[in-house]
């Protein structure tokens, strides 16, 4: 299926829930963790991966959409252990 209207932007990674909480008042509390900088690159990746995800669903590149969930689907398992590690900073 080709044209496929699918309507959203991922491009504003500093506007999400994540992003909001990261560039605010994360910072207080991890803005000196090495950990915690290097969230932020899988964090923009999570965003531009999901952007180019949608911009494949809607030219209707089925490979393309498959490549990207499937990077898209390790990217949100890393973020994730990224999290647990802050997580268990404070435990």
């Known amino acids: 299926q080709t044209g496929r209207q ?4 991922l491009s504003n990674y500093r506007s999400c829930y994540f992003g909001k909480w990261y560039y605010g008042p994360a910072q207080t509390y991890f803005g000196s963790d090495a950990g915690f900088s290097n969230t932020e690159s899988v964090h923009k990746s999570v965003h531009f991966t999901g952007q180019d ?4 669903l809607r030219k209707g590149d089925s490979a393309l959409v498959h490549e990207l969930a499937v990077r898209l689907e390790g990217l949100s398992d890393e973020m994730t252990e990224r999290l647990e590690a802050l997580m268990n900073l404070l435990a």
């Open 53 to 56: 995800l949608i911009d494949a």
């Open 6 to 9: 699918v309507d959203m932007d």
